[in-house]
């Protein structure tokens, strides 16, 4: 499956935006789907992830602010982030896992397919 994540900007602490991941080819409904960031002199950390049964998981530092979902219609899968804070500032990767995957979901070795980031700035 190959991934395009789109989205991402410049805002203000406060504001909201929304990533959009795109992914190529069939079977989408049978992946299972992550966000992560990397922001400058950082390690890449997970963000968020949807299984591919609709299952939802957030890191600690964007839950109650950020939201994972998925269209399996349109082949899409949605990070919606809001009350964004500088510390959001990175550059946001979407990830698909093998599908039916069943591991774990918050470390990057568990993608085999990754987008090319998409640059969220948040100002104060």
């Known amino acids: 499956v190959q991934l395009q994540a789109s989205g991402g900007g410049l805002v203000q602490a406060g504001g909201s935006l929304r990533l959009s991941c795109a992914a190529s080819?069939?079977?989408?409904?049978?992946?299972?789907m992550g966000w992560f960031r990397q922001a400058p002199g950082k390690e890449r950390e997970f963000v968020a992830a949807?299984?591919?049964?609709?299952?939802?998981y957030a890191a600690d530092s964007v839950k109650g602010r950020f939201t994972i979902s998925r269209d399996n219609a349109k082949n899409t899968g949605y990070l919606q982030m809001n009350s964004l804070k500088p510390e959001d500032t990175a550059v946001y990767y979407c990830a698909a896992a093998e599908p039916y995957y069943s591991g774990s979901y918050y470390s990057s070795a568990s993608y085999g397919n990754w987008g090319q980031g998409t640059q969220v700035t948040v100002s104060s």
């Open positions: 949807i299984s591919w049964s609709g299952s939802t």
């Open positions: 080819g069939r079977r989408f409904s049978s992946y299972s």
